[in-house]
């Protein structure tokens, strides 16, 4: 149980720069430069064996207002991609096995780029949940 905990308070330290850039992310005009997406979720194997749930809040920061509008009207195939990944990333990992923060925003970082086509738009995670 002390095992989880600590994996819990880690991934909430996760979510504070997120916290923070919806606060600051705003351009000059004060518009907001945030696109939030909806929650990933994919299937995990728990340390006993039963199956779990981890789950990604994320979103995007883009300055661009034309990148930000392609961006919102993109948001179900950068999901879809994000999904796809996430779901062959979580059945490769060891039951138990906490999901690897960075390497998860790197690939959505470039998932990201791909799907929209240029890059611009930057991939934030505010926290990655396990249950």
Do not use: W
């Not at 308070?9 to 705003?26: D, M, R």
């Amino acid at each position: 149980m002390h095992r989880r905990a600590v994996i819990a308070l880690a991934l909430t330290l996760l979510a504070t720069p997120v916290a923070f850039a919806k606060e600051e992310a705003k351009d000059k005009a004060g518009a907001s430069t945030y696109v939030e997406l909806q929650t990933l979720n994919a299937t995990t194997v728990r340390i006993n064996g039963s199956r779990g749930v981890v789950t990604v809040d994320n979103g995007l920061n883009v300055p661009d207002p034309a990148l930000r509008a392609l961006a919102a009207a993109s948001a179900p195939r950068l999901r879809a991609a994000y999904n796809a990944f996430l779901s062959k990333y979580m059945i490769g990992l060891s039951p138990g096995a906490p999901p690897n923060a960075d390497l998860l925003a790197a690939e959505f970082q470039r998932l990201t780029d791909r799907t929209l086509g240029k890059p611009g738009a930057k991939f934030l995670i505010g926290s990655i949940l396990m249950n």
